[in-house]
């Protein structure tokens, strides 16, 4: 029911049947909760792990599934605002915005359950009060998982964030055969549409004429478009990548948000019978002071690869975005840290383990760390890797500042996680295609 199975849902009506619900679990050092869809089954979650007068005092379960509704409808209707119609006729039946959604909540709302909506006071400050530490683990730990963020600075957590960060995970999905497979979709869909795809091709150059997007340069062919959306940092436009001609009084390219980390990977292929057998797909691991540790459960055959009854388990941490990080011993560190962890919150796998990527134990461990991590400088730092903060970092939003130039990536709106290149992407399609509407004299797009 998330935003991007519903625009899929409109180019395929049987988008929605190839995603996947999933539980995820939140492991703290005093707490375990299995984070449900459904508001019944989380909040005996917590009255298992912290009691029934706890939850009781939280207020907080009579609005979670009203809001919910409102928050996953008004993400939803994102393509109908931004359409023609929409704009002319001026139609108000729904929320424009999330402060008019938490306006309009506020006033149909209990009055006990108002201070998860209007309060300004920090929501850490008031657990502190509270005396719930271990309540304060958990949410960090719920945050990352929802948004695959961080937050160098929790006391920007005001209680709304836990709201929406509740509304936003029951979207969650996966797509069934993982990222290979839904790759293969977007781009077999895309060819079902008449889109050209190079699927080898090499972007050489990116040409901008005084403020303007000109061409880009593919196998060294120049190729002309209207527009082109950006899939990779702002970054590679400030370098020998981008060509710049003339100068421009109107359009200069916006700064990006610089991340706070980047997101350092182990794998193990581990045999099933090492691993519990209701294993949660996604968990992560939560300790005051420390970044987190993500744990992802997978299939071998998502990744194309025959490994028997074997799993793949990854393992993911946050390592600074800085120059020192990029040094395999800091990064040999780094992993040793993550895996006895693992081992730790899972003592009967370890006898399992088939084979360790990069293998950290090795003699030969920087030469399996460069191969993966081996990145010469920060700048050429995948943009997949690189964490930002949900709370500090602000997005470019969906224009590069270059007419033409559009973003959709995490530099957009990093205070929605993976949910805003989906939104980046919307705005991206409906402000061209508002743009050619405009020149040919026509209605625009979305109906």
Avoid at 49 to 78: C, H, P, R, T
Avoid at 147 to 171: G, R, V
């Amino acid at each position: 029911e998330g935003l991007l199975s519903s625009c899929l849902n409109h180019l395929d009506k049987k988008a929605n049947s190839y995603f996947e619900n999933y539980t995820s679990q939140i492991i703290t050092t005093s707490h375990s909760v299995v984070i449900d869809f459904y508001e019944k089954a989380f909040k005996e979650e917590l009255e298992r792990e912290w009691g029934g007068e706890f939850v009781k005092n939280l207020a907080v379960f009579d609005l979670m599934e009203n809001y919910a509704k409102k928050f996953i409808s008004f993400w939803n209707q994102l393509p109908s605002r931004l359409s023609i119609q929409h704009i002319t006729k001026g139609e108000t039946k729904n929320p424009a915005s999330i402060y008019a959604l938490n306006k309009e909540m506020i006033k149909n709302t209990k009055n006990e359950c108002k201070f998860w909506l209007q309060s300004e006071d920090s929501l850490l400050e008031i657990i502190e009060r509270k005396k719930l530490t271990d309540f304060l683990e958990f949410f960090l730990g719920f945050m990352n998982n929802i948004y695959s963020t961080h937050s160098e600075n929790t006391k920007l957590y005001l209680p709304i964030d836990f709201i929406q960060a509740w509304s936003l995970q029951k979207t969650k999905a996966s797509f069934q055969g993982g990222l290979t497979a839904f790759r293969k979709y977007l781009l077999q869909m895309a060819n079902n549409l008449g889109a050209h795809v190079v699927e080898k091709g090499l972007c050489e150059k990116i040409e901008i004429h005084s403020g303007r997007y000109q061409n880009i340069e593919v196998d060294g062919k120049n190729v002309s478009s209207p527009a082109l959306i950006l899939g990779s940092s702002l970054s590679c436009l400030s370098s020998d990548f981008c060509i710049w001609k003339g100068k421009s009084f109107f359009h200069h390219l916006k700064t990006r948000p610089e991340p706070l980390g980047w997101r350092l990977t182990l794998a193990m292929l581990i045999d099933e019978e090492g691993l519990l057998e209701a294993m949660p797909k996604h968990s992560v691991y939560q300790s005051l002071g420390a970044v987190p540790l993500e744990i992802e459960l997978a299939s071998p055959g998502d990744y194309e690869l025959d490994a028997g009854k074997s799993k793949l388990v990854f393992l993911r941490s946050i390592m600074p975005f800085e120059s020192e990080s990029l040094e395999a011993e800091r990064q040999r560190t780094m992993v040793s840290r993550m895996y006895r962890k693992w081992n730790e919150l899972f003592p009967f796998a370890e006898r399992h383990i088939k084979k360790i990527y990069p293998d950290f134990r090795s003699k030969n461990f920087q030469r399996e760390f460069s191969e993966i991590f081996g990145f010469v400088a920060l700048d050429y730092m995948p943009l997949n890797l690189r964490v930002f903060s949900n709370k500090t970092s602000s997005g470019v939003g969906s224009y590069s500042g270059i007419e033409g130039l559009y973003v959709a990536t995490s530099e957009s709106y990093p205070d929605l996680g993976s949910l805003g290149w989906v939104v980046a992407a919307l705005e991206c399609v409906s402000s061209q295609a508002h743009r050619q509407a405009h020149r040919l004299g026509i209605a625009g797009p979305f109906g």
